[in-house]
C-alpha cells in the first residue's frame, strides 16, 4: 500500500531523536512496524537492538502480531513490551528478580482491602471496588512522578488517612519482600544512576527505541528512557498530546509537548490525515479540541465523504434519553450496522445506570468492559433499604445497625446485641433516659407509618420528615465532600423509585436489577451482539461506526471536579477522544433534568453548536 508525504518521512527517518504527531485514525501502529521493517531491511539495523515499547499487554500483543504479518510470519528477535516488562526484564538481569518478587496489581487491590478493614479511620466507601482502584492509582501516581507523600492530596479521603494507608501499604509490602510494578520503575531509575556499567549495557544492547501512546509517559518512565537513550539518542516517539486523558494514572502530557526542549535537533512530523472519519466529524472534533492552549497546533484533515452531520439531541431527562438512544440504536441495526460497531460512551462509570436498566427492560444485550456500579450498595441505597425492610416488619440487627443513627439518635451499639432487634427490649435498656425514649417512640411510629406509602412517598418521609437529609449535610461537611454529590445520589434513587406502587414492588425490582448486574460483571467474553458501553477513558485507541454520547452536560461532561484550567484542558480531550471514535455517526445527547435539578448541555455542545 502507499504511504502519504508525513507517513513516509516518518518511516524512513535516519537517525536521532523524532517526534510523529499521530492524530486520530492516522495509521500511526502502521507507521511503527513499518519503521521497524525499514530499520531491519533498509538500514540493516540488528533486529535484537530495536525496542519497541507500549502502554498495555494487550497493545504490545498487537503490536507485534502486526510486525509479524507484515513479515510475512517471517521471525526477527525485535523486543516489544510495556515499561513494567521491560524494566523487569532488566531488573531480573541485575539482581536476579522473579515473578515471585512482585506484587500483581489483584494482591495489591487485597492488601489494600484488608488495610481498609483494619483501619481506626471512619471511611464510608460508596463502592469498594472504585474506591480501591482510585487509591491504587493514586499510589502509583506519587511513585512514578516521585511526588512528596505529605503534599498529596487524594480525591478518595482525607489526606491523613490517604497518608494512614499508603504507610501501611509500604511498610507490609516491605516486610513481604514484594515489589509492586511502580516500585519496579523506581528501581530501575535508581539501578541505572548508580552503576553506570549496567546502564552502558542495556544502552549498547537497544541502539533504536521506539515508543508509542507517548502522551501518557510519566516522569520515571522518562526519565529512565532518557538514559537508556544516551549517547546516540535515537528515540522515535509516536503519540497525540490531544488524546492524553490519564493524569489520573501519573501521565504528564506536558513531557511530550516539552521533547523538543529536551532534544532540540529533534525532527518533528504530523500525521494529519484521518482515515477513520468521515469529514463532518473531522470537523466537528476540531471544533472542540482547538480551544485549548497548552497543545501542539495542528489541522487534522481527511479525504474520506462528508459523511452524515453530527446529530445533537436535547431530551427531558434520563429516561427519554435511554428510549431516544434504544431507539436510534434499533434504527441503525435496522440499516444493517452490526451491535458491536455501535458504542455508547460516557464519562464515567456512573452514568449508564439508567440505559443499562432500559436495555435490561428490552432485553436487548449490551457489553460494558468496567463495573457497573450498584445504586442499591451505595451507602445512601443501603440505608433507604434497611428502612424499608424495616418499615414492612423486618428487624434484622444489621438493617438497625445501618440506620440506627442516621440521623444521630445517640442509640449505642450494646443496646442491639440479638439477631432481632426488638423495641420493647430498647425500651426496657434506656428505661432511665426519657429522652432517648422519646427518640425510639418517634422512629416505631415513623417505620409503622411508612409501611403503607409507595416507596417513592417513603423515601420522601425519610429524607423530609425523618431527617435524613439534615444527616446527609452533617455527614458531607465532617468529610468535606459536597453534600450535593449526596443528595444527587438519593434523587436518583428516589425518582426511579417512583415507578413501584408498593415496598415489595421495589425490592422485587432491586433484588432483579442486582441479579442481572452480577450476570454482566461475569461476562469475559466478547459478544458480537452486544452493543458496546465505554467510558471515555477506555474507549481510547478504539473504534465504531457508530458511537453516542450520552450526558453531555456541565458537571458531568465536564467533570465537576474539574475547576483548575489544566484539568478542565483534560476533560475537552477526553470529549475529543470520545468524538473520534466514530467512523461514520456520531450522536451527542443531553438532558434538561436530572433527579429533579435543572442541567445545561455541556460547553462542548455549544462550542460544536455555535462557534
Same mark, same amino acid.
Given at each position: 500500500m502507499g504511504f502519504n508525504k508525513a507517513q513516509t518521512e516518518a518511516i524512513t527517518h535516519q537517525n536521532g531523536p523524532m517526534l510523529v504527531l499521530a492524530g486520530p485514525g492516522s495509521g500511526k501502529t502502521l507507521v511503527i512496524t513499518k519503521r521497524i521493517e525499514y530499520l531491519i531491511q533498509k538500514r540493516k539495523v540488528r533486529p535484537e537492538e530495536i525496542l519497541v515499547i507500549t502502554f498495555t499487554k494487550a497493545a504490545t500483543n498487537e503490536m507485534r502480531e502486526r510486525f509479524r504479518k507484515l513479515m510475512q510470519g517471517q521471525h526477527f528477535p525485535v523486543t516489544f513490551g510495556t515499561f513494567h516488562g521491560i524494566y523487569y526484564g532488566i531488573l531480573k538481569w541485575a539482581y536476579g528478580l522473579s515473578a515471585e518478587n512482585i506484587f500483581s496489581e489483584e494482591e495489591k487491590i487485597r492488601l489494600l482491602k484488608e488495610i481498609l478493614e483494619h483501619t481506626d479511620a471512619e471511611i464510608e466507601v460508596d463502592d469498594e471496588k472504585d474506591f480501591l482502584e482510585g487509591i491504587t492509582g493514586e499510589i502509583s501516581c506519587i511513585k512514578n512522578n516521585q511526588l512528596e507523600i505529605k503534599e498529596f492530596q487524594s480525591v478518595y479521603c482525607p489526606s491523613t488517612v490517604f497518608r494512614e494507608i499508603y504507610y501501611t501499604y509500604e511498610r507490609e509490602r516491605n516486610r513481604r519482600k514484594k515489589l509492586d510494578f511502580d516500585d519496579m520503575l523506581v528501581l530501575c531509575h535508581d539501578l541505572f544512576i548508580k552503576r553506570p556499567d549496567i546502564l552502558e549495557k542495556w544502552q549498547e544492547r537497544y541502539k533504536y527505541i521506539l515508543i508509542d501512546e507517548f502522551q501518557d509517559i510519566n516522569k520515571v518512565?522518562?526519565?529512565?528512557?532518557?538514559?537508556?537513550?544516551?549517547?546516540?539518542?535515537?528515540?522515535?516517539?509516536?503519540?497525540?498530546?490531544?488524546?492524553? +486523558?490519564?493524569?489520573?494514572?501519573?501521565?504528564?502530557?506536558?513531557? $511530550?509537548?516539552?521533547?523538543?526542549?529536551?532534544?532540540?535537533?529533534?525532527?518533528? @512530523?504530523?500525521?494529519? +490525515?484521518?482515515?477513520?472519519?468521515?469529514?463532518?466529524?473531522?470537523?466537528?472534533?476540531?471544533?472542540?479540541?482547538? %480551544? /485549548?492552549?497548552?497543545?501542539?497546533?495542528?489541522?487534522? +484533515?481527511?479525504?474520506? *465523504?462528508?459523511?452524515?452531520?453530527?446529530? !445533537?439531541? *436535547?431530551?427531558? /431527562?434520563?429516561? #427519554?434519553?435511554?428510549?431516544?438512544?434504544?431507539?436510534?440504536?434499533r434504527e441503525e441495526m435496522k440499516k444493517g450496522v452490526p451491535a458491536s460497531e455501535i458504542a455508547v460512551l460516557f464519562r464515567t462509570n456512573m452514568e449508564p445506570r439508567m440505559l443499562a436498566e432500559t436495555f435490561m427492560e428490552y432485553n436487548l444485550p449490551f457489553q460494558m468492559k468496567e463495573h457497573l456500579p450498584n445504586l442499591y450498595e451505595h451507602f445512601i441505597g443501603r440505608n433507604f433499604c434497611a428502612y424499608m425492610r424495616m418499615a414492612v416488619g423486618k428487624r434484622e440487627r444489621k438493617d438497625f445497625l445501618e440506620v440506627m443513627n442516621r440521623p444521630v439518635r445517640y442509640i449505642s451499639r450494646s443496646s442491639v446485641e440479638k439477631a432481632e432487634v426488638s423495641f420493647e427490649s430498647l425500651r426496657r435498656f434506656y428505661c432511665d433516659k426519657e429522652w432517648l425514649l422519646d427518640r425510639i417512640d418517634q422512629l416505631d411510629v415513623d417505620l409503622r407509618i411508612m409501611k403503607t406509602m409507595t416507596p417513592y412517598a417513603a423515601i420522601q418521609y425519610i429524607r423530609k420528615k425523618i431527617g435524613y437529609d439534615d444527616f446527609l449535610k452533617d455527614y458531607a461537611y465532617t468529610r468535606?465532600?459536597? @453534600?450535593?454529590?449526596?443528595?444527587?445520589?438519593?434523587?436518583?434513587?428516589?425518582?426511579?423509585? %417512583?415507578?413501584?406502587?408498593? +415496598?415489595?414492588?421495589?425490592?422485587?425490582?432491586?433484588?432483579?436489577?442486582?441479579?442481572?448486574?452480577?450476570?454482566?460483571?461475569?461476562?469475559? #467474553?466478547?459478544?458480537?451482539?452486544?452493543?458496546?458501553?465505554?467510558? $471515555? =477513558?477506555?474507549?481510547?485507541?478504539? #473504534?465504531? =461506526?457508530? !458511537?453516542?454520547?450520552?450526558?453531555?452536560?456541565?458537571?458531568?461532561?465536564?467533570?465537576?471536579?474539574?475547576? @483548575?484550567? #489544566?484539568? $478542565?484542558? *483534560?476533560?475537552?480531550?477526553?470529549?475529543?477522544?470520545?468524538?473520534?471514535?466514530?467512523?461514520?455517526?456520531?450522536?451527542?445527547?443531553? !438532558?434538561?433534568?436530572?433527579?429533579? %435539578?435543572? $442541567?445545561?448541555?455541556?460547553?462542548? !455542545?455549544?462550542?460544536?453548536?455555535?462557534?
Amino acid at each position: 500500500m502507499g504511504f502519504n508525504k508525513a507517513q513516509t518521512e516518518a518511516i524512513t527517518h535516519q537517525n536521532g531523536p523524532m517526534l510523529v504527531l499521530a492524530g486520530p485514525g492516522s495509521g500511526k501502529t502502521l507507521v511503527i512496524t513499518k519503521r521497524i521493517e525499514y530499520l531491519i531491511q533498509k538500514r540493516k539495523v540488528r533486529p535484537e537492538e530495536i525496542l519497541v515499547i507500549t502502554f498495555t499487554k494487550a497493545a504490545t500483543n498487537e503490536m507485534r502480531e502486526r510486525f509479524r504479518k507484515l513479515m510475512q510470519g517471517q521471525h526477527f528477535p525485535v523486543t516489544f513490551g510495556t515499561f513494567h516488562g521491560i524494566y523487569y526484564g532488566i531488573l531480573k538481569w541485575a539482581y536476579g528478580l522473579s515473578a515471585e518478587n512482585i506484587f500483581s496489581e489483584e494482591e495489591k487491590i487485597r492488601l489494600l482491602k484488608e488495610i481498609l478493614e483494619h483501619t481506626d479511620a471512619e471511611i464510608e466507601v460508596d463502592d469498594e471496588k472504585d474506591f480501591l482502584e482510585g487509591i491504587t492509582g493514586e499510589i502509583s501516581c506519587i511513585k512514578n512522578n516521585q511526588l512528596e507523600i505529605k503534599e498529596f492530596q487524594s480525591v478518595y479521603c482525607p489526606s491523613t488517612v490517604f497518608r494512614e494507608i499508603y504507610y501501611t501499604y509500604e511498610r507490609e509490602r516491605n516486610r513481604r519482600k514484594k515489589l509492586d510494578f511502580d516500585d519496579m520503575l523506581v528501581l530501575c531509575h535508581d539501578l541505572f544512576i548508580k552503576r553506570p556499567d549496567i546502564l552502558e549495557k542495556w544502552q549498547e544492547r537497544y541502539k533504536y527505541i521506539l515508543i508509542d501512546e507517548f502522551q501518557d509517559i510519566n516522569k520515571v518512565q522518562y526519565d529512565v528512557i532518557r538514559m537508556l537513550a544516551l549517547p546516540q539518542n535515537n528515540l522515535f516517539i509516536v503519540g497525540d498530546d490531544d488524546q492524553s +486523558i490519564y493524569k489520573f494514572r501519573g501521565a504528564r502530557p506536558e513531557i $511530550m509537548l516539552g521533547f523538543e526542549k529536551d532534544y532540540p535537533n529533534a525532527k518533528k @512530523v504530523l500525521l494529519d +490525515i484521518n482515515y477513520r472519519s468521515t469529514k463532518a466529524i473531522v470537523n466537528g472534533a476540531k471544533k472542540i479540541i482547538q %480551544k /485549548n492552549r497548552n497543545r501542539y497546533v495542528k489541522n487534522i +484533515i481527511t479525504s474520506n *465523504e462528508q459523511g452524515a452531520d453530527i446529530h !445533537v439531541q *436535547e431530551v427531558r /431527562n434520563l429516561s #427519554e434519553e435511554s428510549e431516544y438512544v434504544l431507539n436510534e440504536i434499533r434504527e441503525e441495526m435496522k440499516k444493517g450496522v452490526p451491535a458491536s460497531e455501535i458504542a455508547v460512551l460516557f464519562r464515567t462509570n456512573m452514568e449508564p445506570r439508567m440505559l443499562a436498566e432500559t436495555f435490561m427492560e428490552y432485553n436487548l444485550p449490551f457489553q460494558m468492559k468496567e463495573h457497573l456500579p450498584n445504586l442499591y450498595e451505595h451507602f445512601i441505597g443501603r440505608n433507604f433499604c434497611a428502612y424499608m425492610r424495616m418499615a414492612v416488619g423486618k428487624r434484622e440487627r444489621k438493617d438497625f445497625l445501618e440506620v440506627m443513627n442516621r440521623p444521630v439518635r445517640y442509640i449505642s451499639r450494646s443496646s442491639v446485641e440479638k439477631a432481632e432487634v426488638s423495641f420493647e427490649s430498647l425500651r426496657r435498656f434506656y428505661c432511665d433516659k426519657e429522652w432517648l425514649l422519646d427518640r425510639i417512640d418517634q422512629l416505631d411510629v415513623d417505620l409503622r407509618i411508612m409501611k403503607t406509602m409507595t416507596p417513592y412517598a417513603a423515601i420522601q418521609y425519610i429524607r423530609k420528615k425523618i431527617g435524613y437529609d439534615d444527616f446527609l449535610k452533617d455527614y458531607a461537611y465532617t468529610r468535606k465532600i459536597k @453534600v450535593e454529590d449526596l443528595y444527587e445520589i438519593a434523587n436518583e434513587i428516589q425518582t426511579r423509585a %417512583k415507578e413501584y406502587k408498593t +415496598i415489595e414492588d421495589w425490592f422485587s425490582y432491586i433484588e432483579k436489577y442486582t441479579e442481572e448486574l452480577k450476570k454482566r460483571s461475569k461476562q469475559t #467474553e466478547s459478544n458480537p451482539n452486544a452493543v458496546t458501553f465505554l467510558t $471515555m =477513558h477506555s474507549a481510547k485507541g478504539l #473504534e465504531f =461506526h457508530t !458511537v453516542f454520547i450520552i450526558e453531555a452536560n456541565e458537571d458531568i461532561c465536564p467533570y465537576k471536579k474539574a475547576e @483548575v484550567v #489544566e484539568d $478542565m484542558e *483534560e476533560e475537552r480531550r477526553m470529549f475529543y477522544v470520545a468524538m473520534t471514535r466514530a467512523k461514520k455517526k456520531l450522536y451527542i445527547s443531553y !438532558v434538561r433534568e436530572r433527579n429533579g %435539578k435543572t $442541567m445545561l448541555p455541556s460547553r462542548f !455542545v455549544n462550542d460544536l453548536l455555535f462557534e
